[in-house]
C-alpha cells in the first residue's frame, strides 16, 4: 500500500483544514488507518485512527471534539476534518496503515505501523 498525504496549509487560529490520505494498492478496505504529526524538535504523536469499516474511532485527547477522522473505502482515501486548530496543532501530518485490527493501547504506537505516507505540512498562524 503506498500512502499520500494532502490537504495541508496555513491557517488562521480558529480556523478548519481537511487532509485526505489516498492510497494505492489493493485491499485497502482491510487496513486500519491512522494520522500522526510531528512538530518540530517533538516526537511523533498519535492524532487519530480508524477501524477498517470505519465503525470505530480513536483520538488523542487534545484534539478531541475539534478533529473527526472518516474514510471511504470506495475511493481509498482516509479523511481528517481539523477545526478550531489553535498553534500547538503546527506540524507535519503523516497517515499510516496497519493490516488488521491493533489493541487499543498499540492504536498509539506509531512503530506497529506497517505503511507510511509522505507527510503534509499544517501552520497554525495568525
Known amino acids: 500500500v503506498q500512502l499520500q498525504a494532502s490537504g495541508g496549509g496555513l491557517v488562521q487560529p480558529g480556523g478548519s483544514l481537511r487532509l485526505s490520505c489516498a492510497a494505492s494498492?489493493?485491499?485497502?478496505?482491510?487496513?486500519?488507518m491512522a494520522w500522526f504529526r510531528q512538530a518540530p524538535g517533538k516526537e511523533r504523536e498519535f492524532v487519530a485512527a480508524?477501524?477498517?469499516?470505519?465503525?470505530?474511532?480513536y483520538y488523542a485527547d487534545s484534539v478531541k471534539g475539534r478533529f473527526t477522522i472518516s474514510r471511504d473505502n470506495a475511493r481509498n482515501t482516509v479523511y481528517l476534518q481539523m477545526n478550531s486548530l489553535n498553534p500547538e496543532d503546527t506540524a507535519i501530518y503523516s497517515c499510516?496503515?496497519?493490516?488488521?485490527?491493533?489493541?487499543?493501547?498499540?492504536?498509539?504506537?506509531?512503530?506497529?505501523?506497517?505503511?507510511w505516507g509522505r507527510g503534509t505540512q499544517v501552520t497554525v498562524s495568525s
Open positions: 480508524i477501524t477498517s469499516t470505519g465503525e470505530n474511532t
Open positions: 499510516a496503515a496497519y493490516l488488521g485490527r491493533p489493541s487499543p493501547y498499540d492504536t498509539r504506537r506509531p512503530e506497529i505501523y506497517d505503511y
Open positions: 494498492g489493493r485491499a485497502f478496505s482491510g487496513y486500519f
